[in-house]
């Protein structure tokens, strides 16, 4: 099975484990790199102290030494917070996830339960969403670009250059994510729910709204989009399906209180 079964049943918030993960890697990549931050204090020390000593004795040079002392320590500030494209990815997938974690709180209120960062056994899911319309996997992207959608293909293409974009290719994975989830919750339950996967993007993306088996909505529509989907789950259901998710999932304190199946609406 997929969800790690084991994992302590807790709420977890949205992109917690993104932004874990950014930390962890930096901090490693600034032990194995601290042999070159200590050589670029070298070089930049001699450089201060001469600047400083200069506009101490004249003082027609003391903006300059001002000026000099700012550059260095902002040369090495910004080159310790300058970790490599893939780990700052980490940072960017965080901050994705945060975003739909906001846009989703107002559902919350209309009857919607939110589930955030559940472990799997490859990476993680990022959100599970249940409510009147459904039972929904989100994986969240924050995407540089202009976005448009073909089917279950993405492309995104640079602003600034639009003849060079790359293609996500990795729908199925979250695909089968979804399918392995409702695997989960019909073996603690014997419920069989769909679970719709969702690609959640945030970005320059004009279709809002694209995709066939695998949705793509901008997240500044999601809770909208969400709402407006057709009655899945009988009324008074949607609880009792909450908890099957969290008991399948392993993740959240529910204590179960059904343990007949769950039938839901054609």
Sequence with gaps: MLVDMS????????????????EELTHA???????????????????VIGANLAGARWSSLRWGA???????????????????????????GAVGEQWT?????????????IFHDL?????????????????????????????????????????EDPDVYWRFTSPAHVKGLAVEVSQAIRASTRATVWVTPVIVVWGEF??????????F???DALARWLSDQPARIAPGRVEQIAEAVASAM???DVPPRWSRSVRLWS
């Design 7 to 22: 994992q302590p049943r807790r709420s977890r918030k949205a992109g917690e484990g993104a932004a874990r993960k950014y």
């Design 29 to 47: 990549w600034l032990r194995r790199n601290r042999g070159r931050f200590l050589g670029l204090a070298f070089v930049l020390a001699p450089l």
């Design 66 to 92: 001002g000026l000099v002392t700012g550059m260095a320590i902002a040369m090495f500030v910004i080159a310790r917070m300058s970790p490599p494209h893939w780990i700052e990815r980490w940072q960017d």
């Design 101 to 113: 974690g906001r846009a989703l709180h107002e559902l919350e209120s209309h009857g919607w339960r």
């Design 119 to 159: 472990a799997a056994s490859h990476g993680n899911i990022d959100h599970v969403v249940v409510g009147p319309g459904g039972v929904f996997l989100l994986d969240s992207k924050l995407w540089a670009g202009s976005v448009t959608v073909d089917a279950d293909s993405a492309v995104v293409r640079r602003l």
């Design 206 to 215: 004009a279709q809002v709204v694209g995709g066939d088996k695998c949705k």
């Design 217 to 219: 909505v901008h997240g």
């Design 250 to 252: 392993a993740d959240l």
